[in-house]
């Protein structure tokens, strides 16, 4: 799977010359522009995937989706109707990043479609309840990223869809940040061309403000480069300022990257009548907002399709009809690239309290599965084979009340900014690592490492100078120290055998099978202090 992962980027690099009449979408200031000739770019988008079951949470270990890039029938199929509502750009929310889509980005290209795409999957995300950036989910990531980031109508990525949706789950949103901070820093490693990484959020009052400042302040390495909004407050024929539409573009108006929306399309009153259209590109809007993603182009049981689709035959509903009206007659102001000076600075970060709890800096750390692999290597007492990862949670709540101590190294407090240095190692080497102490701790007394014939005694290793170099910067086995190294490998080569965040691998070369993630009772995370370069032109 790697391999092919690796080919189809490959096979991307050879076919790039086949899109170069594709202008790139370019970033500066608050503002898209086409790269060559400057003009400012306007999404008119559509949000086009099928049967997606995921954001925030991950409850699904089989997949939960359909590459809605695989079927090159299927857009054969849809891309006459997406030109018929104008459409620029389409959001996927899961790709398949083992998929060759050359052939699909082609069709888009010539049909002047960009692509923003999520880089998660309903299994592969991060959890707005137990969050976590790890070794799986940066491999799931640089896939995405590898898949897609030679085509030049690739727009942009999301690292993240609603993963914070209330003021009790922002400390999620740390871990979210320091996702778009990887992707930017490497994007650039791999000497790919300038592509943004931003996020999409909901629309809570409670946090909204919070949420876009949390992403966009502090170091500009760590912070998104594009906002996505997913707003569904103008309902019917709603107005300016009944929706509220005045007072969220008030609060963008100086904002400092572009912000649009992401979703938008309310559809308590059908058929939706999409009068929201014209305010989005008009003149009030325009100067702020850089248009947004209709929701969504297949009709589902939820009812907010603009088409019907039996098999190969497309039936379009009033919807589609009603926004292929409004979409028809938008007149955006715009500026050249040329004549535009950005003035606009970053926000503030917020401070943590009642409705907010993830400060900006420090963040959990690049994932380095080298660093996972050499940490196991030195252990003495690890995880038995025979232990069933169903019991996994049990065995995290009795170790690491031995103490604080013990389960230190991958504690984490995105309120504090407190993140043990192996955090983003899998469950198995976690377990592993907290048996371990305890059993130092006992001075490696056999009968301390038993838990019930769950920990077993195995042979333990330096693995070279790398390895002492990179545990020595962690801390040693307590896990307190700050890793400044970067990982050594690259997208799934530097993740551990597990496909996903609910799939976790043991350590490469470890005699520890393959387990499914059980989450400890702590929650997981790492310290973080490298950053990417900045990409985009400001």
Not at 315 to 320: H, M, N, Q, R, V
Not at 327 to 347: F, K, L
Not at 514 to 523: F, H, K, N, Q, R
Request: aromatic residues 12%; contains cysteine; negative net charge.
């Amino acid at each position: 799977m790697k391999g092919f992962a690796s080919l189809a980027a490959l096979t991307a690099t050879f076919v790039s010359a086949a899109l170069a009449d594709v202008d790139p979408i370019v970033i500066k200031g608050s503002k898209f522009f086409y790269k060559t000739n400057g003009t400012q770019f306007f999404i008119r988008g559509v949000a086009y995937q099928q049967d997606y079951t995921g954001n925030g949470t991950t409850t699904d270990s089989t997949g939960g989706y359909t590459d809605p890039l695989q079927n090159i029938d299927n857009l054969k199929r849809d891309i006459p109707y997406l030109t018929q509502l104008r459409t620029n750009v389409i959001r996927t929310y899961a790709i398949d990043p083992t998929v060759d889509h050359t052939e699909a980005m082609s069709l888009l290209a010539d049909a002047g479609i960009y692509v923003i795409s999520d880089l998660s999957s309903p299994s592969e995300s991060i959890d707005r309840s137990d969050p976590a950036w790890n070794d799986e989910l940066y491999a799931r990531y640089t896939s995405v990223v590898d898949n897609m980031a030679n085509f030049t109508n690739t727009l942009g990525f999301f690292a993240g869809n609603e993963v914070s949706n209330a003021p009790n789950n922002t400390d999620a949103s740390a871990f979210v940040k320091a996702a778009v901070r990887d992707m930017k820093a490497y994007i650039k490693e791999k000497n790919y061309r300038t592509i943004g990484v931003g996020y999409a959020t909901n629309d809570d009052a409670s946090i909204r403000v919070n949420m876009a400042d949390y992403f966009n302040c502090g170091d500009q390495s760590d912070a998104i480069d594009f906002w996505g909004y997913n707003i569904y407050s103008w309902c019917g024929d709603s107005s300016y300022t009944e929706s509220g539409y005045d007072v969220r573009t008030q609060e963008f108006s100086n904002y400092s990257v572009p912000a649009f929306f992401a979703e938008y399309g309310c559809n308590s009153v059908q058929p939706r009548p999409f009068t929201e259209v014209q305010a989005l590109y008009g003149d009030e809007m325009s100067p702020v907002w850089s248009g947004g993603i209709v929701y969504m182009y297949y009709q589902e049981a939820n009812d907010y399709g603009l088409v019907s689709v039996d098999g190969n035959t497309v039936s379009t509903l009033s919807d589609f009809d009603n926004y292929s009206r409004q979409i028809a007659n938008i007149t955006p102001s715009s500026v050249a690239m040329s004549a535009y000076s950005p003035s606009n600075s970053p926000a503030a970060c917020p401070g943590t309290g009642s409705s907010w709890a993830a400060v900006a800096t420090p963040l959990p750390p690049t994932p380095n599965q080298e660093l996972c692999s050499c940490m196991y290597d030195t252990l003495s007492c690890v995880v038995s084979s025979s232990t069933n990862s169903s019991g996994y949670g049990t065995l995290f709540g009795e170790v690491c009340g031995y103490g604080d101590e013990i389960c230190a190294g991958f504690a984490a407090n995105a309120t504090t900014g407190s993140y043990g240095a192996y955090g983003m190692c899998n469950s198995t080497e976690q377990l592993a690592l907290a048996f371990n102490n305890y059993y130092l701790k006992q001075s490696s007394q056999a009968s301390a490492c038993d838990f019930g014939g769950s920990a077993t005694i195995k042979p333990s290793s330096t693995g070279g100078s790398a390895c002492s170099s990179l545990i020595k910067e962690a801390g040693g086995t307590a896990g307190t120290g700050t890793v400044t190294s970067a990982p050594s490998g690259t997208g799934a080569g530097a993740a551990s055998s597990g496909s996903s965040s609910s799939s976790k691998g043991a350590a490469a070369g470890s005699p520890v099978p393959s387990y499914s993630s059980v989450l400890p009772m702590v929650m997981i995370a790492t310290l973080a202090m490298v950053s990417g370069m900045g990409m985009i032109l400001l």
